[in-house]
């Protein structure tokens, strides 16, 4: 019963479109996608599984999703806010560092920890990126997600306005929908938690994610 295109989630019999964007809601998203799409039987790990049945792919960053696809949604979060989610996330309760994934031998060539610090990891972003595929996945920017434009969305919802898209998913269902939280990050960091040069640099890496998202 599920399909997908190329690059968004769709589920049958919904008149809607789903690109979802790492660390702005996604998991809690997808889960109620397969909640609405029936014959699932319920996930063990619903945090991390949920995203092995309803897919999040790369799409081209410099071209607008002109896939014929309708109902296009989406959510999206104050960039720095995501990146500092992606570290609690992924450094902080997943270790991703740690893992085979990721490039040891990179890692120890750029003289970087595996457990860095929140500085140590904003100031060496980029390294971080280049060394892990699941860094780079979840600090990518937006638009590797979403296209270069968000005006051929129906839909662009805002990470802290979930109970909008609650709203949103019962309205074309029919059903009343209740997302969970899901990938909640069990450590919090703030941008207080961040040395000046740190919030600099995040600022840096951020400043063409604002552009885009107040385009």
């Known amino acids: 019963a599920r399909g997908r295109s190329a690059m968004a989630v769709q589920i049958q019999g919904l008149p809607v479109t789903y690109y979802p964007i790492p660390k702005s809601g996604s998991s809690s998203v997808k889960y109620a996608l397969m909640a609405l799409d029936g014959g699932q039987a319920p996930l063990a790990d619903p945090d991390n599984k ?3 049945h309803l897919f999040t792919s790369w799409v081209d960053p410099f071209m607008p999703v002109y896939d014929g696809l309708g109902g296009k949604f989406t959510i999206v979060r104050d960039p720095l806010e995501r990146l500092l989610s992606a570290y609690s ?8 560092l740690t893992r085979s994934s990721a490039k040891a031998e ?4 750029f003289g ?3 457990d860095p610090d929140l500085d140590t990891f904003i100031l060496n972003v980029e390294k971080y990126s280049a060394s892990s595929w699941e860094i780079e996945f979840h600090v990518a920017s937006p638009r590797h997600f979403v296209g270069s434009s968000l005006f051929l969305f129906d839909h662009v919802f805002r990470f802290e306005e979930m109970d ?3 709203a949103f998913l019962s309205s074309v269902s029919g059903r009343k929908i209740t997302m969970p939280r899901l990938q909640a990050a069990r450590s919090k960091v703030s941008p207080s938690n961040l040395s000046p040069a740190a919030l600099a640099k995040a600022m840096r890496f951020c400043r063409y994610d604002y552009a885009f998202l107040v385009d």
């Not at 996330?89 to 991703?96: E, F, G, K």
Request: hydrophobic letters at 50%.
């Open 112 to 114: 970087l920890p595996t």
């Open 50 to 52: 949920v995203h092995d």
């Open 164 to 166: 909008k898209v609650e």
């Open 89 to 96: 996330s992924r450094i902080l309760d997943a270790n991703v």
């Open 106 to 109: 990179m890692l120890e060539a």
